[in-house]
């Protein structure tokens, strides 16, 4: 250990022990980490995901924006508006975008996130002995993001590639000018 203040130091060793009144061996204390690391990966992938397909909605609803206005394809703003749609869904599912505040989470339901979060919370104690019950709602909550990795991985490997390819075929210009 190192402590530094200012442009003095002081080092130690030290031995971290584990709270005596515990009954834990080493591989519950390793179990318990790997979980915390599993449920930290999961939220990690679900909060980059959601940017992700923010990401892709922005791009869509700037592309229907600019056709709406020259009214070259009806048919790839509905497709558009369809998936922008389908992202909601999806999103709403895997996070609450209504939550706020604190108090919001009287009005708006949590979702798959914050029952990660919950399971972090649970898990992340002092006492590393992992219970079935928080075996299990790993397992449940790891099985439901799967789900939604494969709606995601559909809605951009079909839906999307439909849109591009629908565009690439109209022949349309990258950068369009409104009213013109």
């Known amino acids: 250990m190192r402590l530094i203040l200012d442009q003095d130091s002081v080092e130690t060793t030290v031995e971290i022990l584990a709270d005596p009144r515990v009954q834990a061996t080493l591989n519950d204390y390793v179990s318990q980490q790997e979980m915390m690391i599993s449920i930290e990966q999961a939220i990690k992938e679900i909060h980059e995901a959601v940017n992700d397909m923010r990401s892709a909605k922005s791009q869509i609803e700037y592309y229907q924006s600019m056709l709406e206005e020259s009214a070259?394809?009806?048919?790839?703003?509905?497709?558009?508006?369809?998936?922008?749609?389908?992202?909601?869904?999806?999103?709403?599912?895997?996070?609450?975008?209504d939550q706020k505040t604190f108090q919001d989470v009287i009005n708006f339901h949590n979702q798959l996130n914050a029952q990660w979060m919950n399971l972090k919370d649970y898990v992340d104690s002092a006492d590393p002995i992992?219970?079935?019950?928080?075996?299990?709602?790993?397992?449940?909550?790891?099985?439901?993001?799967?789900?939604?990795?494969?709606?995601?991985?559909?809605?951009?490997?079909?839906?999307?590639e439909q849109f591009n390819q629908m565009y690439k075929a109209l022949d349309l210009p990258m950068i369009m000018i409104p009213n013109r």
Not at 81 to 96: K, M, T, V, Y
Not at 133 to 144: P, S, T, V, Y
């Open 72 to 97: 070259v394809a009806p048919e790839i703003i509905e497709l558009g508006g369809d998936i922008i749609a389908q992202i909601e869904a999806w999103e709403g599912a895997l996070i609450q975008p």
């Open 130 to 160: 992992l219970t079935a019950g928080a075996k299990e709602r790993f397992n449940d909550l790891e099985g439901q993001w799967i789900l939604f990795q494969q709606t995601k991985n559909q809605i951009i490997n079909e839906e999307m």
